[in-house]
């Protein structure tokens, strides 16, 4: 094997040994020995990504791709699948977010449960999500990529449940599993059809026959693969699970559900693009779901109370940005602000994280405020956080999400105006909900909660500070400078590397680039002032439009619309079967067959009298009868 | 060929059998119920004994010889039964012992 293949395994590996050790050694460790086993887990995953980084770097750019394979995992017939991993330079890219923001946020998770009841369970489930997820990026073939996909679903099942005594954990997790079994579902029928048409799940086999497969099967299976991104990484309609999802603890929040896993989707969609290009129409569906997720989120964020649903809302709004490079076939572009995204808004959880666990689990934005004063680094790191999320430059965030817009400005059609349009509409909202945000938590009057616990600074121990602050700092130098990776016609070393997996479909010129950019800015900059001017001076108002803000605090009324056309049919229609078929037919035959079995065996015991003779005639009575037949037959 | 018939040593054993039977099924004392068992197996053997002969082959002799073996037996597990009730003083009837009844 060579250092590729040897860097991807150890990735993938590494944290699936470090969740067997935490589960395996059990109460006979500390729980900040199994907090330190799950986070050394998943940096030695980072250090062998890295390893099949470089080496990759030192290979020529067209021997960049190696597909491992340990054996052979499934077989029937002619179809065969292979337990093998794929390391290729889109692969890499996800690996080294995933273990490396993994290891950053896990690492984080030490000093944030610090002192749960749970906490081994806790890196156990970490350490299992950073394996599904590095599974999934790495799956060599399409059944592994699935597996992996279900993987992670589990894993972010088990993580938002956590703290399972709390009910709406509970029912959250629930409804993120059922959310995303719908996207397994449809993905999985995409399978069945490719299995079907193809007779393989390899990678190379799908992708070269894809193009000449008929349009309503690749339209079909790139559906199917729609309908997992659209689940997986929360777009409409599938979005509803990811709000609630913050019922998890923060690091999970900042991992799962910003980070890496909700991006999955896009990454779904740059892997199967070659699909996903011979479908276009399904394609163009993937950049308008993206589109129509990115406003409707933004619109949604401007009237949240609550600090993490905020910045959920606004993952959301930013994985439409991603779609909308990925469906316009911007595909360096959607991976891009994937990267950058995972800076910032890992950052800003991590950031949420710290001040809840200041405000003793308070959520509520509404009773914050005036936090600048007692935190003033936490404040600067939400700043860079929030320009970055913005777009304002040099931030990350302005680096990767211009060349999206670029993109759909240099569509040309209807539609790419469409897309920038809305694309420009979801960074004014950008700008207003994350600075209503910012204004809120660290301006105005400090509240009595804030009074409260402003001098409990500097009690904590040393490694919970340590394992708190480490990440955050390193988080938003990345969320700073980590936009530098490519600069929109001038320095492209990111593109180029994507591009040797999928090449693009639509290349910005320069002048389109600068042109959105500056437009952007400016766009997002006045959502900006127009937070500045409401949540910081007070010389605008929020307009009151009593109608529109029940609408945006129901959410467009998603979860009642849901509630009316799935769940509510199907609790009635369980009622119905429960009360006239389960009770009456059901129940009522086991009663019967119960009935007649007893009563067959009363009629049998009354056999059993007990007396000796009665035996000896019954055998006497019987012997004759055979002796007359055996005599009579003859 | 000396003495009766075959015929005649099968009717014997009929009839022999069919008053064993008949003991074990009417009286209630449980010795006279082995005793009419063992009667019952001796007209087993009556007949082995006579279809030996009647073939011209020893073995239904032989296996008569087994019965007997077989009656001994179990007429000593059968006996030590009763001495063993007599000595618990239960009564010495068989329509008394029915505590198998279903």
């Known amino acids: 094997m060579t250092a590729l293949a040897v860097g991807g395994w150890i990735c993938l590996l590494a944290p699936l040994a470090g969740a067997l050790l935490i589960t395996l050694a059990g109460t006979s460790i500390s729980r900040r020995t199994a907090a330190y086993l799950g986070t050394l887990s998943v940096f030695v995953a980072f250090v062998g990504a890295l390893t099949a980084f470089f080496s990759m770097w030192s290979h020529s750019p067209a021997d960049r791709s190696e597909l491992s394979t340990a054996f052979t995992w499934l077989s029937g017939g002619s179809f065969h699948v292979g337990m093998s991993i794929l390391v290729d330079p889109l692969s890499i890219v996800m690996m080294l977010v995933v273990s490396g923001v993994g290891g950053l946020i896990v690492g984080y998770s030490i000093g944030y449960m610090d002192g749960d009841d749970e906490e081994r369970r806790y890196f156990a489930y970490m350490a299992i999500f950073v394996f599904a997820m590095l599974m999934l990026v790495e799956a060599g073939n399409l059944l592994l990529l699935l597996v992996g996909w279900g993987l992670v679903g589990l894993a972010s099942y088990l993580l938002i449940g956590f703290w399972h005594h709390r009910p709406e954990a509970v029912a959250a997790a629930k409804k993120a599993f059922v959310m995303n079994a719908i996207g397994d579902a449809t993905m999985a029928l995409g399978f069945f059809l490719l299995i079907f048409k193809t007779g393989s799940l390899d990678f190379s086999v799908v992708f070269g026959g894809a193009a000449s497969l008929d349009s309503t099967t690749v339209n079909l299976v790139a559906l199917g693969l729609l309908g997992g991104a659209v689940a997986k990484s929360a777009q409409l309609p599938l979005?509803?699970?990811?709000?609630?999802?913050?019922?998890?603890p923060t690091p999970v929040s900042a991992l799962i559900h910003a980070a890496t896993m909700v991006t999955a989707g896009v990454y779904l969609i740059v892997r199967t693009h070659s699909i996903f290009e011979a479908a276009h129409s399904i394609q163009d569906l993937a950049a308008g779901l993206g589109?129509?997720?990115?406003?409707?989120?933004?619109?949604?964020a401007l009237v949240q109370t609550d600090i993490k649903r905020v910045i959920a809302y606004s993952t959301m709004?930013?994985?439409?940005y991603?779609?909308?490079?990925?469906?316009?076939?911007a595909y360096a572009s959607g991976m891009f602000h994937l990267v950058t995204h995972a800076f910032f808004k890992a950052l800003l959880f991590l950031v949420a994280g710290v001040i809840i666990h200041h405000l003793a689990g308070e959520q509520d934005i509404r009773r914050m405020g005036g936090l600048k004063a007692s935190m003033p680094r936490i404040w600067l790191a939400f700043l860079v956080g929030s320009l970055a999320l913005v777009g304002i430059p040099p931030f990350a965030g302005f680096w990767s999400k211009d060349p999206i817009l670029a993109a759909a400005l240099a569509r040309g059609d209807a539609f790419g105006w469409i897309l920038l349009v809305t694309g420009l509409v979801g960074a004014f909202l950008t700008g207003v909900y994350t600075f209503r945000l910012f204004f809120r938590v660290f301006y105005g009057e400090p509240s009595e909660l804030v009074t409260e616990h402003a001098h409990e600074h500097g009690d904590n121990?040393?490694?919970v500070s340590l394992s708190l602050g480490v990440p955050v700092a390193i988080l938003t130098v990345l969320s700073t400078v980590g936009g530098l990776l490519e600069i929109a016609g001038v320095w492209d070393p990111f593109g180029s590397w994507i591009a040797q997996v999928a090449e693009p479909l639509v290349e910005p010129s320069t002048a389109q680039e600068w042109a959105t950019s500056a437009v952007a800015v400016t766009v997002g900059a006045a959502g900006m002032w127009v937070a500045w001017a409401i949540y910081r001076t007070g010389r605008l108002s929020v307009p009151a439009l009593p109608a529109v803000q029940r609408l945006l605090e129901h959410k467009f009324y998603f979860d009642e619309l849901y509630d009316a056309i799935a769940y509510r049919p199907a609790q009635l229609l369980a009622m119905w079967l429960r009360n006239e078929v389960e009770t009456p037919f059901v129940e009522g035959s086991l009663d019967e067959i119960g009935r007649v079995g007893q009563e067959a065996g009363a009629g049998v015991a009354r056999a059993q009298t007990g007396l000796l003779r009665t035996?000896?005639?019954?055998?006497?009575v019987s012997a004759l009868v055979l002796a007359v037949i055996f005599v009579a037959v003859r | 060929m000396l003495g009766p018939s075959v015929p005649w040593y099968l009717a014997i054993s009929g009839i022999l059998f069919g008053i064993g039977t008949v003991g074990v099924m009417l009286r209630r004392s449980p010795l006279i119920v082995l005793l009419s068992l063992e009667i019952m197996l001796n007209a087993g053997n009556l007949a082995l004994v006579g279809f030996s002969r009647s073939w011209?082959?020893?073995?239904?002799?032989?296996f008569a010889l087994a019965v007997m073996a077989v009656a001994a037996s179990e007429v000593?597990?059968?006996?030590?039964?009763?001495v063993a009730m007599a000595r618990k003083r239960l009564a010495l009837d068989v329509d008394e012992l029915s505590e198998l009844r279903g």
């Open chain 2, 56 to 62: 011209g082959v020893s073995d239904g002799q032989v």
């Open chain 1, 461 to 463: 121990d040393r490694v």
């Open chain 1, 317 to 320: 709004s930013q994985i439409g």
């Open chain 1, 615 to 620: 035996y000896a005639l019954a055998i006497a």
């Open chain 2, 76 to 82: 000593c597990v059968g006996l030590g039964l009763i």
């Open chain 1, 322 to 329: 991603m779609f909308v490079g990925a469906g316009l076939g």
């Open chain 1, 291 to 300: 589109a129509a997720t990115l406003v409707v989120a933004g619109l949604i």
């Open chain 1, 239 to 248: 979005q509803t699970w990811l709000p609630d999802a913050m019922e998890g």
